[in-house]
């Protein structure tokens, strides 16, 4: 079965300061994985996606990701934190093409506070 | 460009009472899918419609039905609500049933009591 694990529920940081959002994911096939961020009182919106092409994807606003095979993770960086950043970040891995179409497998999330 | 809109944005009811929210998909999708998310998780895949047939389910029970109309817009309907039922519900259009992303809409607040 697939599931994917975001390894903390709250990050704070500075103003500035990088940003770094961890998710391990298990799969027994090659996953589609993505990045979705949802502000306050608002849908998700996505921030990047892997599909099996370049390991280290860019996305939105300055994010980005790298897709290690070897560690199953999927970890959200960003050089330099924004106060607009503040959310919930989503870590989503696909289930296999086929069986379950169209359904993402969502993490429970981690909510990045920034401080000026 | 319109993307995915949803209606009501907010709506209360009562134990036992029944609901039907509603969903615009982007203009150019034909794929609805459904997402129910409770307080401080992740969102949970309920259905998702295309070609006005439901083609995949999560573990939902059967309370949670839904309909696809030749516009491609869509309606979640939840019989005999529980307390347990209050959640943001969200709508994600897509085009086609592959892995096209997902672009969702601002969800409906449902509170029940």
């Known amino acids: 079965a697939q599931s994917v694990t975001q390894l903390d529920s709250h990050v704070s940081v500075s103003e500035g300061t990088p940003v770094l959002l961890r998710c391990n994911y298990s799969?027994?096939?090659?996953?589609?994985l993505f990045w979705y961020v949802q502000h306050p009182n608002k849908g998700l919106q996505l921030l990047l996606k892997?599909?099996?092409?370049?390991?280290l994807v860019k996305g939105i606003n300055g994010f980005e990701a790298e897709f290690k095979k070897s560690e199953t993770s999927f970890h959200l960086t960003k050089p330099s934190a924004h106060m607009s950043d503040a959310a919930e970040y989503f870590c989503?891995?696909?289930?296999?093409?086929?069986?379950?179409?169209?359904?993402?497998?969502f993490g429970q999330g981690t909510e990045l506070s920034v401080k000026p | 460009d319109a993307g995915v809109t949803q209606s009501p944005t907010h709506l209360i009811k009562t134990r036992g009472q029944q609901v039907t929210l509603r969903c615009s998909p982007k203009?150019?999708?034909?794929?609805v899918s459904w997402y129910q998310q409770a307080l401080g998780q992740g969102p949970q895949f309920i259905f998702q419609?295309?070609?006005?047939?439901?083609?995949q389910r999560g573990n939902f029970p059967d309370r949670f039905s839904g309909h696809q109309f030749p516009n491609y817009s869509s309606e979640l309907n939840v019989n005999a609500l529980l307390l347990g039922d209050s959640a943001l519900y969200l709508c994600?259009?897509?085009?086609?049933?592959?892995?096209?992303?997902?672009?969702f809409g601002n969800g409906t607040r449902l509170t029940v009591t």
């Open positions: 994600a259009s897509s085009s086609g049933l592959g892995y096209s992303p997902l672009h």
């Open positions: 799969s027994s096939y090659s996953p589609s």
């Open positions: 892997y599909t099996s092409a370049a390991t």
């Open positions: 989503v891995v696909t289930p296999p093409l086929g069986n379950q179409g169209g359904k993402l497998i």
């Open positions: 203009s150019g999708h034909d794929t």
């Open positions: 419609y295309y070609e006005e047939e439901e083609r």
